[in-house]
């Protein structure tokens, strides 16, 4: 791709000098996924399973493939929004066909990370807010740009919440949403009082440009109160223990301007006429209008989320949970592809995704019909997605959590997809040097191929770009996961060191900063790179940086202490027979490797011995956090 000693220039702006030497690091970097791991399944890695890296604080999940098909490998990426009691910094996450880490950014509580093409640009879509409103949300629709700026946000209209269960972009470029909000009604109907108070299942189109009101629905206005499959339970009579009499969970507009919509406590779909908001039709529920040709197969899904038209109007997917938990029957979640004839009003099956590994999912879920032509499904409450052939064929089943904790709030994505995606941040990459291995890693960059080690002989500031005779070469290797490691060669002398990462035609992307590096430390180098190239508050992103390591030691200096003796009898054979510096791991090679592990687990607290050095390793625990009530989404 390029000479040595002849790679071309990049000028980047101005980076404030300063890096962070410190003496311990996280090992369990880049292991890749799991295997039909037994370990995994049963919690023995933890309620959420996760892998920490070198050269950033950032963590990525670790994934378990129960089931395993290279037809899966598409190039796209998967979207996850981990939450729960075990996550404790909620966010949205990209994972690559490999099953590391691409992106990932501590929003706080975040829902339905998406990929939709807007104005001829793809933007990463999804929900942040107060996700603790009984099941319900107010909050705010994020659009991020290919560099993970934030190009738009979406709020509610006419000062209405912005609820987490839908954010859709329609064939006409304007987003659809739902709304709770709490208002009064006359619930004698439903054995209530004449004055009670009502959450109100309400979605609202807007603008995306200028959050303009475009249409507004309401289900009080078209729904009796007795079409609910969920009882009042005690609420509605007070306006600070409203009922959810309907639980809207998707909407989706057609070419002809009307709506679908997906009411989970009356388990139906609602076509509405988008003029007059008027009901055209209804599928399942009480008052189903459609003929079912697969003898009650098309119609009676019940608590189902997520219905999409799909065949320019003449079929619909839908995640069927059949399932609620308390007081209801639980029952195994299903995908469901329908066809639809509004002219003879029949509805038949046309593919059931059943997962030979029964889930019952009691709340969210999702299902994407793939550019490749398989069909994803993500089971929401429960820690795990699974890619089908279009014909129901199971080709890959994977779990992000164990599956002996689904259920328990542990840990949970509202939905899933998959898409392509590129991403070109306007960060630097992250560096750290340790002896003779130096760990990068970019996040969220996609496009990068090779990365490139120089040398020079000159004490060069962190920034400094230029490519004179001071600058060599040292050495290229191709980018593996969300951090690579790189052998430094044994024969080097230069003592300023960065990297640049190169894409598949040589193209330099960006580096990282220089470092001055020296063999013989027992302390690892950290280079800024987590914040924009021009920010003016990098030194202060690092200085944080070292602040939590050093931090760290301190609150857990009681903890080895008291776990040293059984740490060095445990594990003194193991220690004996590492290298000093970083130890690269192992890819997915289709099985399980117990020694890829880290050397001992003592609840929270993860100890190993590096080297001379003592390493640290800390799986965060959940906050304790109260979820929502049992109908969450």
Known sequence: MYPPNMLPSRRSTHYPWFAVATAFTFVQADRGPYFQSSRFEHGDLGQWPTESYRSTGLMGPMLNYVEFNPQCKDGQYTLIAPRGMAVPHSGPMIIDQDGHLVWTKHYGQTYNVNVYS???HDYLTFWVGNDGIVGHGDGTYYMLDSAYEEAYTVRGANGLPADLHEFHITGDETALFTVYDVVPADLRSAGGPEKGWIWDGTFQEVDIETGQLLFQWRASEHFNFTDSYRGREGNGDAEDRPWDFFHINSVD???KGNFLVSSRYMSCLTYIDGRTGDIIWRLGGKHNDFQDLSAGAATNFTWQHHARFRDNGTAITLFDNASRGEGAPRLTSRGLYLDIDTQQMTAK??????????????SQGSVQLLDSGNVLL????NAAWTEYSIAGAVLCHVHFGPESAFGAANILSYRVFKHAWTGRPRTNPDLALYRYEAAVSWNGATEVATWVLQGSDTQLDLDDDDDDDSTTFLTAVPKSGFETIIPIPAQTTQRSLRVRGLNATGQILGATVWLHWDPASEEVLLGPGDRDSDSDDATSSAAVRAFMFFAAVVFFAVVLAMCAWSV?????????????????????AGAEHEH???????????LSLLGAGRVLSHSHSASGRELFDDDDE
């Open 568 to 588: 060095r009898r445990r594990f003194a054979a193991r220690a004996a027979d590492r290298e000093p510096g970083f130890h690269k791991v192992d890819d997915f």
């Open 596 to 606: 890829d592990l880290s050397d001992g687990e003592f609840g929270d607290v993860e």
């Open 118 to 120: 807007y104005k001829g």
């Open 253 to 255: 507009k057609d070419a």
């Open 378 to 381: 993500g089971y929401g409450s």
């Open 349 to 362: 099956v046309r593919h059931e995704y059943w997962n030979p590994h029964p889930i019952s999912s009691e």
